[in-house]
Every structure is written in structure tokens, then in C-alpha cells.
């Protein structure tokens, strides 16, 4: 008779033939993650944001997806979600090249990838994955064109709505093809793309910026890369400081409470969207302004149950040894999200985060954009809540780099 060990280690061989590729949980300390964002699952048509592909998914699809580094090195590899799936999600290939403009890649830049050694892999639904490091010299600021090829019916795809860039889609298998010709299908989301990690050279950490649209990025100018994680990588940068940083915030997220079209609460997802990429080193929370909007449909929370929930990133954080900023709260007076007792308990949850000691750090974005209660003028996109590229810069600004 076969003993445990044995029938653990040949299931253990088994599995990892039939996925091709290394578990997103295998982390090296020799990576560090320099572009990611945050895994959601499928949502409708948003008019005012424009179509996105998540619901119906993909069949035949080739689907190119360009993404600026925060920081690069001599090797890389990408990291996959299907942690929304219904059912396994079948990857017939993937590359990466240098982006050109829209669609297009650099001639003589492509690059196949492969998992497990393999062309091809399938992942479980509720897994994520990595995939083999490939020689790629990359640079700080440097874009990159990840194309996948998806050759049968993946069902809803785990995907991320506001990616303010835009996506790609052609028919058919163009994985090598540098042309931006048969790419005629345009989205403003990401789709199973949820990170690009670096290796080589001098060795780096990452920061993640995690939150909500507000770290995303909405209001900002679509394709600038002006969100604030945006302008934060820059100023790192020109300081000589070793850090990247990636941006996890999802649109419309809450802190307490699930939502079927802006995702699993932060306390849930702070895990994977964070602590389990490569090379964290520190994290800045910015969350909150959902739960205590108008449009809760779960109904008003109190500032107690609010600072309970930054409470448990911070535990979250600690426990991994990862440094966390916490951010306050910015205005909202006359946007939509507006009440009178959601302002009350946003000055409460900011008067916690400034004095009660428990952040290792504090970015007081509420102080730097705004105007008596309500956003300054320069710095409103228009709503009221949302910032434009100038008031993403101020914010970017208001963090003393040395908390990092």
C-alpha cells in the first residue's frame, strides 16, 4: 500500500500537469509585482463608461491588453484570474511585446509565454496563476502589450471594469501578429490580466494603492495614466527610491459590505488583491466613501463599524509584516453620494485615522484637496467626489514618500 506522503506528492504532480503552470500563491522574493490591478466578476454594460465584454466572455478571441510598468527588470511573467469563473478557463497561448501605438506592437518584440513549460494551461474557477519567467529586458514606465488567446467559450470572464485604458479584441488566433489591423474591437476594461511582475538587476519592492474609483482612477483622462498610483510611481521614481507600485482599488467597492457589480468587500479581498503579490512592501488604504453613500443600498453603516473595518486591514497587514498608510476620507458634499449622516461619520472615520495611532502612517487626502467641506473647484472632475488628473496629482503629492 502506497503511503500519504506518496498519494499527496502524485496528486500534488497531477494537478500541476493538468493546470501548467506555477500557483499565483508561489511567491519569490526575488519578484516584485510592477503593474496589477484587482479581479472582479462579471458585471452589465455600464452607457457611460461604454461597452465592456465581461458577461458574454469569449469563444474565439484573441484579446491585447497594454499596461504601463511602474518598474522592469530582466525577466517577466504575468499573472492570470479566474477567480470569478464558472467553470475552468482554458488560456490557448499568450504573449508579450512591446506596445506600440493602439493594437500594435513592436516589430521583433513578441514573446510567447508558457506555463508549467507549456504553451496552454487551464485554470480552476477560483484560482489565480502565474505564469513562467520569460528573458525581457523591460524599463520604469515602459509599455507592454499582453495578448491572450482564448479559443473556446470561457463563459463570464473575471475581468476589471474601470481600467481608464483601453483593450482589444480580434477574431481568431493573432497572438504573434505586432499589427493593430485585426484588433477592431475596443473596451475600456481588462480582462484576466491582473498583474505583471519583474525580476533582475537591483532588487525592488512594491507599494499598493487600495481602495476604491477614487483609487482607480475614474474622473481622470482615459489612456494618460493620470490616476494617482500613476503620478506616486513617478515621484518614487524621480527620488531614486526602489519601489513600484500597482494599483488595487475597484470602483464602487466597500469596505463591509459585498456588492454584485463593484465586487467583494475590502475586508475580503485584501488578501489576494494585496498581500499575496510579489515583493509588498507597504500598502495605502483609501476606502470607506461607499459605505457611507447614498446609493448603500445595505443601508447606513456607523463610524464604529467602519473603523472596525480599517481596523482588520491593518491586523491583515501587520500579520504579513507589510508596512499600511492609511488615507483619509475625501469630500462629498453636494455629489450624489451626499447625506447628512454619511458626512458625519466620514469626519468621525478621518478624525480616527489623524489621531488614533493605529496606521503606521497617515496621507491626509482630505486635507489636500479640499475647499471648507466640499472638493476644490480646480480639483472636481465634475461630480463632486470624483477627482480630475490635477486633483489625482494633488493626492499623489500628499504622501510623505518616506512612510512608504
Known amino acids: 500500500m502506497r503511503s500519504p506522503r506518496l498519494l499527496t506528492t502524485a496528486v500534488a504532480l497531477l494537478a500541476a500537469a493538468v493546470i501548467g503552470a506555477t500557483p499565483a500563491y508561489a511567491a519569490n522574493p526575488s519578484w516584485h509585482a510592477a503593474w496589477g490591478t484587482a479581479a472582479q466578476p462579471a458585471v452589465p454594460t455600464a452607457d457611460?463608461?461604454?461597452?465592456?465584454?465581461?458577461?458574454?466572455?469569449?469563444?474565439?478571441?484573441?484579446?491585447r491588453q497594454v499596461v504601463?510598468?511602474?518598474d522592469g527588470g530582466t525577466k517577466v511573467r504575468i499573472r492570470l484570474s479566474n477567480v470569478y469563473g464558472s467553470g475552468p478557463l482554458r488560456i490557448a497561448g499568450a504573449t508579450v511585446g512591446r506596445a506600440g501605438t493602439g493594437a500594435a506592437v513592436l516589430p521583433g518584440t513578441l514573446r510567447r509565454l508558457r506555463f508549467g513549460g507549456r504553451a496552454a494551461t487551464v485554470i480552476p474557477p477560483g484560482r489565480e496563476i502565474v505564469s513562467d519567467a520569460a528573458p525581457f529586458p523591460t524599463s520604469p514606465r515602459e509599455q507592454l502589450a499582453v495578448t491572450l488567446r482564448l479559443n473556446a467559450p470561457t463563459g463570464p470572464a473575471t475581468f476589471h471594469h474601470f481600467a481608464m485604458a483601453t483593450s482589444y479584441r480580434a477574431t481568431g488566433d493573432r497572438l504573434a501578429d505586432p499589427s493593430a489591423a485585426p484588433f477592431t474591437q475596443h473596451s475600456d476594461s481588462w480582462y484576466y490580466l491582473?498583474?505583471?511582475?519583474?525580476?533582475?538587476?537591483?532588487r525592488h519592492r512594491t507599494v499598493v494603492a487600495f481602495g476604491d474609483s477614487l483609487t482607480d482612477g475614474v474622473g481622470s483622462t482615459k489612456g494618460a495614466d493620470a490616476?494617482?498610483?500613476d503620478r506616486l510611481a513617478e515621484r518614487l521614481r524621480a527620488a531614486g527610491r526602489p519601489l513600484s507600485v500597482i494599483n488595487a482599488g475597484i470602483g464602487g467597492n466597500r469596505v463591509l459590505t459585498d456588492s454584485p457589480v463593484y465586487g467583494e468587500r475590502a475586508v475580503s479581498r485584501f488578501t489576494r488583491d494585496v498581500l499575496d503579490r510579489s515583493g509588498v512592501r507597504s500598502v495605502v488604504v483609501m476606502a470607506g466613501v461607499n459605505d457611507l453613500a447614498a446609493w448603500n443600498e445595505t443601508g447606513p453603516v456607523t463610524a464604529a463599524?467602519?473603523?472596525?473595518?480599517h481596523r482588520t486591514l491593518i491586523r491583515l497587514a501587520r500579520a504579513r509584516g507589510v508596512r499600511v498608510v492609511g488615507a483619509t476620507i475625501m469630500p462629498i458634499v453636494a455629489s450624489a453620494a451626499y447625506t447628512e449622516r454619511g458626512e458625519e461619520i466620514r469626519q468621525q472615520v478621518n478624525h480616527w485615522i489623524r489621531t488614533s495611532g493605529a496606521y503606521d502612517a497617515v496621507a491626509d487626502f482630505d486635507r489636500a484637496v479640499a475647499d471648507g467641506d466640499r472638493l476644490k473647484a480646480a480639483y472636481d472632475s465634475g461630480d463632486h467626489i470624483h477627482l480630475n488628473d490635477t486633483g489625482y496629482r494633488a493626492i499623489a503629492d500628499?504622501?510623505?514618500?518616506d512612510t512608504l
Not at 491582473?194 to 537591483?202: C, D, I, L, P, R
Not at 463599524?305 to 473595518?309: P, W
Open 48 to 63: 457611460w463608461y461604454g461597452a465592456n465584454w465581461s458577461q458574454q466572455g469569449f469563444a474565439d478571441d484573441s484579446v
Open 68 to 70: 504601463r510598468l511602474t
Open 194 to 202: 491582473t498583474g505583471v511582475e519583474t525580476t533582475g538587476g537591483a
Open 227 to 229: 490616476r494617482y498610483p
Open 305 to 309: 463599524q467602519l473603523i472596525d473595518g
Open 398 to 401: 500628499a504622501i510623505d514618500l
